[in-house]
T-cell receptor
Framework: GENVEQHPSTLSVQEGDSAVIKCTYS??????FPWYKQELGKGPQLIID???NVGEKKDQRIAVTLNKTAKHFSLHITETQPEDSAVYFC???????????WGAGTKLIIKP | EADIYQTPRYLVIGTGKKITLECSQT?????MYWYQQDPGMELHLIHY???????EKGDLSSESTVSRIRTEHFPLTLESARPSHTSQYLC??????????????FGPGTRLTVL
């Protein structure tokens, strides 16, 4: 079945620097790749997603890139701020009737 | 702001007790999910439903059961709680069919501690 690997498990960056989180997936039929952010004491919330017919998508300070050939996608956060500190999850899915397959999560720490 | 609610937010109970975790959504979503998560760790799908009277087990084996008698309500029940059930339980919902992108909206979670 589908497997999603996420790295690193913990990422510590200086405020203002960029952060990159990477995920790889195993099922080439996957066509939808969302990223969720989970703040302390809350449920995850979708922050950005990308479909397989697009290579890159940007929303202000966050962007996601997709390499279908290599079967990996990445989350990029620029000009990091303290409120970016959270756990980030990637996921993959191959159709609307299939379940999301989740990565293990990355704890992002923004150092002041 | 997602309209999905979970009660209670925190629950501490003794071994052997029967508990029900409540989850309700007001978005009219067909699909609903229960995840088990240790704080800050991986999300494990334990149950899901594609609509009324539809329930399926997820990837992680769980001793809990669920029901879906109404679209908006998806309660999870543990007949006899044990310390190994101590965890956070997250409920989520999403639109069914080909509408939208299938974004899952999560509730705030129930933190369960079994003594």
């Amino acid at each position: 079945g589908e497997n999603v690997e996420q790295h690193p498990s913990t990422l510590s960056v200086q405020e203002g620097d960029s952060a990159v989180i990477k995920c790889t997936y195993s099922d080439s039929a996957s066509n939808y790749f969302p990223w969720y952010k989970q703040e302390l004491g809350k449920g995850p919330q979708l922050i950005i997603d990308i479909r397989s017919n697009v290579g890159e998508k940007k929303d202000q300070r966050i962007a996601v890139t997709l390499n279908k050939t290599a079967k990996h996608f990445s989350l990029h956060i620029t000009e990091t701020q303290p409120e970016d500190s959270a756990v980030y999850f990637c996921a993959a899915r191959k159709g609307s009737n299939y379940q999301l397959i989740w990565g293990a999560g990355t704890k992002l720490i923004i150092k002041p | 702001e997602a309209d999905i609610y979970q009660t209670p937010r925190y629950l501490v109970i003794g071994t052997g007790k029967k508990i029900t975790l409540e989850c309700s959504q007001t978005m009219g979503h067909d699909k609903m999910y229960w995840y088990q998560q240790d704080p800050g760790m991986e999300l494990h799908l334990i149950h899901y439903s594609y609509g009324v009277n539809s329930t399926e087990k997820g990837d992680l084996s769980s001793e809990s059961t669920v029901s879906r008698i109404r679209t908006e309500h998806f309660p999870l029940t543990l007949e006899s709680a044990r310390p190994s059930h101590t965890s956070q339980y997250l409920c989520a919902s999403s639109e069914g069919g080909l509408r939208g992108r299938g974004e899952q909206f999560f509730g705030p979670g129930t933190r369960l501690t079994v003594l």
